[in-house]
């Protein structure tokens, strides 16, 4: 019988000693180390945001150099004697942010004015206290965007620069059916920018491109400090938001999470060149905040400079997108109709005269609905929003326009010559118009 040393036995059972598998990982140590490492950093960029991996690579990529360091000064790998390094902190697009504030922040001015305390003062001192607000310049001959609200009904306000400089600006128009003003730098003894040294205007973007989930830009003075920047994005465009004190509202809207607070009305929404995508004018808590879209603007804001007013196109009804609740009322309603419900209709107005029916209540209280514009001009709609927006961007007064209506089962067109919008009655405030 032959007799076999236990290495020997082992080798031909394929059987390992703890000697053995002992230098086996010693002579494949580095191997493993890789992999291990490889499979933890693959765990990782599974699970952890993109510039939590970031931090992650650097800070593995600044490891080896320290261990040359610390070979050369002969200490343990890990350890120096010398200060540890200093590394930067990053910011996604911080650069690009800061490179908008410094090229947009002199053209963005603080606005305010004064507002007289009404009845009896208790402290004479505190007779008067001051508005404020925000604005930009828009063109070299001194005009200045505002919100309407901004400047409430004043004259004459006052304009503060970044670089401290002020100014007088007389109130050149305003339309508040889209809460816009505009101002004009004049020379007084109080002023410290003379009239030929406006600060260059920001450009103006085409608004109708945005989407989304865009990166935008908010500047302005909340809460009276100046020079504040704000980041968000794109939540939502072509909103249909209620004007400031008046019974219509503002189409196209820009909805966006980047903070607007109470003194950064008037102030520019930008996109990441620093131009102009919006004027701000309402903020809520949560991050809902609105924008006066940069294409409403160019069209409204040249002629309030030219000529001292807007003359908005009107229909005279009143009206809401069209919901199961207001289905229910109407005779003869077709399955998956779509389009703006008819309510209330402006005694000889436009869409009086061109017969259109508004809603009516019968001698048991009933209401019954109206009638349903379902396009117009051909397109159709199925929003109160691309009414509006379409009425705003594309008619004036004096235009007709088809309004092709369900009816008691079927669709009808109606011929209406469009009029110059009014000033808001009391009675509408609570209801869309158009």
Same mark, same amino acid.
């Given at each position: 019988?032959?007799?076999?040393?236990?290495?020997?036995?082992?080798?031909?059972?394929?059987?390992?000693?703890?000697?053995?598998?002992?230098?086996?990982?010693?002579?494949?140590?580095?191997?493993?180390?890789?992999?291990?490492?490889?499979?933890?950093?693959?765990?990782?960029?599974? $699970?952890?945001?993109?510039?939590?991996?970031?931090?992650?690579?650097?800070?593995?990529?600044?490891?080896?150099?320290?261990?040359?360091?610390?070979?050369?000064?002969?200490?343990?790998?890990?350890?120096?004697?010398?200060?540890?390094?200093?590394?930067?902190?990053?910011?996604?697009?911080?650069?690009?942010?800061?490179?908008?504030?410094?090229?947009?922040?002199?053209?963005?001015?603080?606005?305010?004015?004064?507002?007289?305390?009404?009845?009896?003062?208790?402290?004479?001192?505190?007779?008067?206290?001051?508005?404020?607000?925000?604005?930009?310049?828009?063109?070299?001959?001194? $005009?200045?965007?505002?919100?309407?609200?901004?400047?409430?009904?004043?004259?004459?306000?006052?304009?503060?620069?970044?670089?401290?400089?002020?100014?007088?600006?007389?109130?050149?128009?305003?339309?508040?059916?889209?809460?816009?003003?505009?101002?004009?730098?004049?020379?007084?003894?109080?002023?410290?920018?003379?009239?030929?040294? $406006?600060?260059?205007?920001?450009?103006?973007?085409?608004?109708?491109?945005?989407?989304?989930?865009?990166?935008?830009?908010?500047?302005?003075?909340?809460?009276?400090?100046?020079?504040?920047?704000?980041?968000?994005?794109?939540?939502?465009?072509?909103?249909?938001?209620?004007?400031?004190?008046?019974?219509?509202?503002?189409?196209?809207?820009?909805?966006?999470?980047?903070?607007?607070?109470?003194?950064?009305?008037?102030?520019?929404?930008?996109?990441?060149?620093?131009?102009?995508?919006?004027?701000?004018?309402?903020?809520?808590?949560?991050?809902?905040?609105?924008?006066?879209?940069?294409?409403?603007?160019?069209?409204?804001?040249?002629?309030?400079?030219?000529?001292?007013?807007?003359?908005?196109?009107?229909?005279?009804?009143?009206?809401?997108?069209?919901?199961?609740?207001?289905?229910?009322?109407?005779?003869?309603?077709?399955?998956?109709?779509?389009?703006?419900?008819?309510?209330?209709?402006?005694?000889?107005?436009?869409?009086?005269?061109?017969?259109?029916?508004?809603?009516?209540?019968?001698?048991?209280?009933?209401? $019954?609905?109206?009638?349903?514009?379902?396009?117009?001009?051909?397109?159709?709609?199925?929003?109160?929003?691309?009414?509006?927006?379409?009425?705003?961007?594309?008619?004036?007064?004096?235009?007709?326009?088809?309004?092709?209506?369900?009816?008691?089962?079927?669709?009808?067109?109606?011929?209406?010559?469009?009029?110059?919008?009014?000033?808001?009655?009391?009675?509408?405030?609570?209801?869309?118009?158009?």
């Amino acid at each position: 019988m032959r007799n076999y040393n236990k290495n020997e036995s082992n080798r031909e059972t394929g059987r390992m000693t703890f000697d053995e598998i002992g230098k086996e990982f010693t002579r494949h140590k580095s191997t493993i180390f890789l992999f291990v490492t490889s499979v933890s950093l693959a765990f990782l960029s599974l $699970h952890l945001s993109p510039e939590l991996i970031d931090s992650i690579a650097y800070a593995q990529l600044l490891q080896p150099q320290q261990g040359i360091i610390n070979s050369n000064n002969d200490s343990d790998f890990g350890q120096t004697n010398a200060s540890p390094p200093m590394t930067s902190i990053s910011r996604p697009n911080s650069s690009l942010f800061n490179d908008v504030f410094k090229q947009t922040q002199g053209s963005v001015v603080q606005i305010s004015r004064t507002v007289p305390q009404t009845g009896i003062a208790v402290d004479p001192s505190q007779e008067n206290t001051t508005a404020l607000g925000s604005g930009f310049v828009f063109d070299q001959e001194g $005009h200045i965007i505002t919100n309407n609200h901004v400047v409430a009904g004043a004259k004459v306000v006052d304009v503060t620069f970044t670089n401290g400089d002020r100014s007088r600006a007389n109130v050149t128009a305003v339309d508040p059916y889209v809460d816009l003003a505009v101002l004009k730098i004049i020379e007084t003894a109080n002023n410290t920018l003379e009239q030929e040294q $406006h600060p260059d205007a920001l450009q103006l973007a085409n608004s109708s491109t945005l989407q989304v989930g865009d990166p935008v830009i908010a500047i302005g003075n909340p809460y009276g400090l100046a020079g504040t920047m704000t980041t968000g994005i794109v939540s939502q465009v072509g909103r249909l938001v209620p004007a400031p004190g008046i019974g219509f509202s503002i189409p196209d809207v820009i909805q966006t999470d980047a903070a607007v607070n109470p003194g950064n009305s008037g102030g520019p929404l930008l996109d990441t060149q620093g131009r102009v995508l919006g004027v701000t004018f309402a903020g809520f808590p949560g991050g809902v905040n609105f924008a006066i879209p940069s294409n409403l603007v160019q069209k409204i804001v040249p002629a309030l400079i030219a000529e001292g007013n807007y003359t908005h196109p009107y229909l005279g009804f009143t009206g809401a997108t069209l919901t199961s609740d207001l289905a229910a009322s109407i005779a003869n309603i077709t399955q998956n109709l779509k389009g703006v419900s008819v309510n209330t209709i402006v005694q000889a107005g436009p869409a009086d005269k061109a017969g259109l029916n508004g809603t009516t209540i019968d001698q048991y209280g009933r209401k $019954h609905g109206g009638d349903v514009i379902v396009a117009v001009d051909g397109d159709k709609i199925r929003e109160f929003e691309q009414l509006v927006s379409y009425l705003e961007g594309n008619k004036s007064p004096g235009d007709n326009v088809v309004l092709s209506v369900f009816r008691n089962g079927s669709v009808i067109d109606l011929d209406a010559v469009l009029e110059k919008r009014p000033a808001s009655s009391p009675q509408y405030n609570s209801t869309e118009q158009s």
